[in-house]
């Protein structure tokens, strides 16, 4: 009898074990965020390098743009409230392998105090992160966009080199700057060109279908060449460029007027063409991005009625 009391009293005990251990809380590790690592970037950076693309209006006014904005990602509370220094090269090598880019002369632009640079061209940025920021950035001020040539694309370039504070330097540590400047009338178009072998003829456009070499929706482009005017060609002979000349009222281009560039009339009078009339605008509509221009000139032999239409 008492073996099976002792039975029956084991039995009770291991219930009761096994219902405070199904009740009993199971404790997981809390996230550490980036397996307790303190990783330093660039946003938008890489390797190869990431491409932060600017276009800024061709005016002479100063424009701040955001050039590198280098964060820290912290696994807690403790490792933000240390103070980081973190070295940001001004990668001029990445510029220099690029042919297409043009590197941005230093005295074009200032940077912004809180990340002094030192050594010059190729030198260093130096940034401080206090306890509490996991962000700071290098602003570059540019005071005068007019200086650009807009047909070239401008470059910076920025590399994270070290970081202390147990920091780690991520794959996303390299980042381009492209600055490029446009005026508000400045756009890719698509062009259809169209030429008749007619007779003298007033401004319009001559019956029948066009003869040869004309052409629908190629690419071409508004380029800026200053703060108020724009080139584009024709798509006779050796392309002659219209050059577009407007006012800028509160961001509206307006009174547009045009001329075929004067470089090109002499090299067309060299070869013996002549401009019989034009050019003319038929059409100038920056809201919607069309344009239509019109000329006539006499090759020598015969007359070229000429209409370039550009539109999105």
Known sequence: MK??????QFALLAIVAFAFSACKKIKTPEP?????????????GGTPAGVSKNPIDFVPIPKTIVAADIRRNVSNAT???RVM????????????ANPNYVLLPSNWYTIGSST??????????SITMQPGDYAEQIFITIPNATVFDPAS????????????AAGIITAEKSIIVEINAKNIVHEDLKWDFQRWNIPTQSVGQPAGAPNGGSWLDQPETLTTISANQNEIHSGYFTQPRY??????????????TVVINPAD?????????????????????????????????????AFRYIIDEYHK
Request: net charge positive; aromatic share 12%; charged share 15%.
């Open 153 to 164: 694309v401008y470059a910076l370039a920025f590399t994270i080199t070290t970081a202390d």
């Open 85 to 96: 220094r973190v070295t940001v090269k001004d990668d001029i090598a990445l510029i220099a």
């Open 265 to 301: 009339v002499i090299s067309f009078n060299s070869q013996g063409i002549t401009w019989v009339e034009g050019p003319n605008l038929l059409i100038a509509d920056f809201a919607t991005k069309r344009y239509k221009m019109q000329y006539q000139v006499f090759n020598g032999a």
């Open 116 to 125: 002094p640079k030192t050594g010059g061209s190729g030198g260093n940025y």
């Open 243 to 256: 050059r577009l000349t407007f006012n800028d009222v509160g961001g509206v281009a307006t009174n547009f």
């Open 79 to 81: 490792e933000l409230n």
């Open 32 to 44: 550490m965020g980036d397996a307790g690592q303190t990783l330093v970037k660039i946003i938008g």
């Open 3 to 8: 073996y099976l009391n002792l039975k029956k």
